[in-house]
């Protein structure tokens, strides 16, 4: 496993510290670890969002009026959450 060395503020590291000892996590490194997982994340939805409005974008303007589109997202909507 790699090691990295942090430096930080000392209200940043009292903060770390408060989570570790509120029993949220078992050391600073788990800390670390899960915030650089939540941030994977958040990338890779934000990622998703940038390429479903280009998508968006990319399929032009609809021929459809508002109330198929609207009728259309209720029953994707419907189908995919019964």
């Known amino acids: 496993m790699a ?3 942090i430096s930080m503020t000392d209200g940043m590291n009292d903060y770390v510290q408060s989570r570790v000892k509120a ?7 788990e800390y670390f670890r899960d915030l650089v997982r939540r941030d994977q994340e958040n990338a890779a939805k934000h990622a998703a969002l940038k390429q479903a409005i280009q998508d968006g974008l990319d399929s032009g303007i609809s021929d459809m009026s ?6 259309e997202a209720e029953a994707r909507y419907d189908a995919k959450h019964g």
């Open 3 to 5: 090691k990295i060395s």
């Open 23 to 29: 029993g949220e996590y078992n050391n600073t490194s």
């Open 66 to 71: 508002i109330d198929d589109i609207w009728a």
